[in-house]
T-cell receptor
Framework: DAGVTQSPTHLIKTRGQQVTLRCSPK?????VSWYQQALGQGPQFIFQ???????QRGNFPDRFSGHQFPNYSSELNVNALLLGDSALYLC?????????????FGPGTRLTVL | DQQVKQNSPSLSVQEGRISILNCDYT??????FLWYKKYPAEGPTFLIS?????DKNEDGRFTVFLNKSAKHLSLHIVPSQPGDSAVYFC?????????????FGKGTKLSVIP
């Protein structure tokens, strides 16, 4: 049973560019959340997708956008990259339902912005 | 403001002894708490959770205690093993607005010395 998978593993971009990160949820999960983890910090919630719509959003600018496909996989897009966007981007999947559903994380994509 | 705080950045424990990791929270709307373990270059791995209707939950060597009046929870690992060496994150979710996101602490790096 495959867990949460993310691609690519690492990515290097320059300021002003755009990036797309991809996530496939754990089998049986229909909800995908994205988190940003800066060095020395805990993961910070970006947004959550359910039924192909953004269900909840954290305190991130509109440069961060996402998409969920009918097969529940998801993409995170970041436009106009800034140096401060350098971080580990984590995808987590869960089942729909009450907030007590546990989220399971993928290995992350390490984004470096030069 | 940090709603979930892990005040000890690091902890060293001898193999076979008890490890106690602490976490405090400020948001009284939080009603579900989780602990994740993270190795370098991997995503967080779910360890154990507890609902606010309980004050203790046990799973093998791992026990989580919740003190709602003090807004404090702790993770006990007995006996500690070298493979437990990792960064441990406390996370919380709640009802109402923001109920789908996990709010994380900054983590505690546990080192178990053989």
């Amino acid at each position: 049973d495959a867990g949460v998978t993310q691609s690519p593993t690492h990515l290097i971009k320059t300021r002003g560019q755009q990036v797309t990160l991809r996530c496939s949820p754990k089998s049986g999960h229909d909800t995908v959340s994205w988190y940003q983890q800066a060095l020395g910090q805990g993961p910070q919630f970006i947004f959550q997708y359910y039924e192909e719509e953004e269900r909840q959003r954290g305190n991130f600018p509109d440069r961060f956008s996402g998409h969920q496909f009918p097969n529940y996989s998801s993409e995170l897009n970041v436009n106009a990259l800034l140096l401060g966007d350098s971080a580990l981007y984590l995808c987590a999947s869960s089942t729909s339902g009450p907030s007590t559903d546990t989220q399971y994380f993928g290995p992350g994509t390490r984004l470096t912005v030069l | 403001d940090q709603q979930v705080k892990q005040n000890s950045p690091s902890l060293s424990v001898q193999e076979g002894r008890i490890s106690i990791l602490n976490c405090d929270y400020t948001n009284s709307m939080f009603d579900y708490f989780l602990w994740y373990k993270k190795y370098p270059a991997e995503g967080p791995t779910f360890l154990i959770s507890i609902s606010s209707i309980k004050d203790k939950n046990e799973d093998g060597r791992f026990t989580v205690f919740l003190n709602k009046s003090a807004k404090h929870l702790s993770l006990h690992i007995v006996p500690s093993q070298p493979g437990d060496s990792a960064v441990y994150f406390c996370a919380a979710s709640g009802t109402g607005a923001g109920s789908y996101q996990l709010t994380f602490g900054k983590g505690t790096k546990l080192s178990v010395i053989p």
